[in-house]
């Protein structure tokens, strides 16, 4: 092991577990947690922005979206290109109801690296989501090793700053899946981000860590963090039986993050995850160490992370842009 991952590994045995961090109970029994130096508390668990729009009626969209925000999960995650901008659509939809955008502090992405195509990103966003102001703005899918290069270079950032200074964004963040190295790159340009989203899943303690890697340079830097990925994406962990959806959870919330963004596409999965949110105390070390050890081998050769590793969960637009094909 090199002195570099060795001194990382050894910041993270020392960030504290979730149940240490200054978490607040909410009348609806979901804890919440600061953003990092924002001064912004912000639910536990997120709605994830894909998932919400993928039932065909959007109507069940607009009841998931509004029974999550009832019962304390009002952290909205989206995207500029999910569903081609449908997801957008749909949640500002729901959130133009009832005055339900004045309850949940409102995420989403912007996918071009240039300046004028970030702008672009950020009207269509404004106008899909029917708000005047996007709570958390941040860069999508900073998968490749030449992102931080290309947005400072191409404007992406300039954008978003001047955004920013328009009052159209309030925070700025970036998300990313491949490696922890290309966030690091991230984390160490002259910025202040106030957010940083990546994988944090029981499979991740063991292969190429945001854990161990990523989480104790925002603890450092005082940036929130997203977690993403909880279940591993694609759920093959869960189907294979390897592991829980119970321990998926108790593990990504026992973490020093923000907040974690789970994909919930009906009421079924809603009450599940408000049951665990609800119910949940964190791991101790001990717990922690058992859960890892017995996912060694799995964990350890990234059978169940081929987003760190392959292509295959990159969306096309940022593909495209990088001169791959679609």
Not at 29 to 48: A, D, E, F, N, Y
Not at 174 to 191: D, Q, S, V, W
Not at 291 to 307: I, P
Request: hydrophobic content about 35%.
């Amino acid at each position: 092991m090199d002195n570099t991952r060795r001194d990382f590994i050894a910041g993270a045995a020392a960030l504290p577990l979730a149940g240490s961090l200054a978490a607040q109970n909410t009348p609806a029994g979901i804890p919440t947690r600061p953003l990092g130096k924002t001064g912004v508390q912000v639910s536990i668990l997120g709605l994830g922005g894909h998932h919400q729009a993928r039932p065909k009626d959007e109507k069940d969209s607009f009841h998931l979206v509004h029974a999550a925000i009832d019962n304390g999960i009002t952290f909205m995650d989206n995207a500029w290109d999910y569903h081609d901008g449908r997801a957008e659509e749909v949640m500002g939809k729901a959130l133009a109801m009832d005055g339900y955008r004045k309850k949940a502090f409102l995420m989403t992405k912007v996918c071009d690296r240039d300046y004028a195509g970030a702008m672009k990103h950020l009207e269509d966003s404004l106008r899909r989501l029917r708000t005047d102001v996007i709570d958390l703005w941040q860069f999508h899918e900073c998968n490749y090793y030449n992102d931080p290069e290309y947005i400072v270079e191409k404007g992406g950032l300039k954008a978003a700053i001047e955004a920013k200074k328009q009052g159209k964004v309030r925070f700025i963040g970036f998300t990313g899946h491949k490696h922890p190295r290309i966030h690091r790159k991230m984390l160490a340009l002259n910025f202040p981000w106030d957010s940083c989203q990546m994988p944090n899943n029981p499979m991740d303690y063991r292969f190429e860590s945001f854990r161990h890697e990523v989480m104790p340079e925002c603890a450092r830097k005082g940036v929130g963090v997203i977690g993403m990925k909880g279940c591993g994406g694609d759920g093959r962990m869960l189907r294979d039986g390897v592991v829980t959806v119970e321990e998926c959870y108790n593990y990504f919330l026992s973490q020093p993050v923000s907040t974690q963004v789970v994909g919930l596409a009906n009421m079924d999965d809603l009450n599940r995850a408000l049951k665990i949110a609800r119910e949940f105390k964190p791991m101790t070390p001990a717990a922690l160490q058992t859960l890892s050890t017995r996912l060694k081998d799995v964990a350890g050769d990234g059978r169940y992370e081929h987003f760190k590793t392959t292509q295959r969960y990159d969306a096309g637009y940022h593909r495209k842009q990088h001169g791959f094909a679609e």
